[in-house]
């Protein structure tokens, strides 16, 4: 089983960029899909990105087309998402989450890091 940690959220003007890690332990990374979610207050939580096991494939929502980058290091055991041109409604809870059947729900989550945009 694996648990992830998030980091690298904080408070960041529009047009600005984060960068977020989510830290993977206590199971094999390079096995699992990982994903990118986000909730704002009073919103569902909702897929932003994902990437598959070894990194060929990836997939973004239609709000971090363009400006949102997903990355993994398997050696590392990391995952990223690099978020540039930032606006104020991606303001939210970013959580990071890992699966190992592509098709099917995520397994495993992280507790969250919040990021601010201010305008």
């Known amino acids: 089983q694996v648990q992830l940690v998030e980091s690298g959220g904080g408070l960041v003007q529009a047009g600005g960029s984060l960068r977020l890690s989510c830290s993977a332990s206590?199971?094999?990374?390079?096995?699992?899909?990982m994903g990118w979610f986000r909730q704002a207050p009073g919103k569902d939580r909702d897929l932003v990105a994902q990437?598959?096991?070894?990194?060929?494939?990836?997939w973004y929502s239609d709000s971090a087309k363009g400006r949102f980058t997903i990355s993994r290091d398997n050696a590392k055991n990391v995952v990223y998402l690099q978020m540039n041109s930032l606006k104020p409604e991606d303001t939210a809870v970013y959580y990071c989450a890992a699966k190992i059947d592509w098709v099917r729900k995520y397994d495993y989550w992280g507790q969250g890091t919040q990021v601010t945009v201010s305008s």
């Open positions: 990437i598959t096991y070894n990194g060929d494939r990836t």
């Open positions: 206590g199971g094999t990374f390079s096995r699992y899909h």
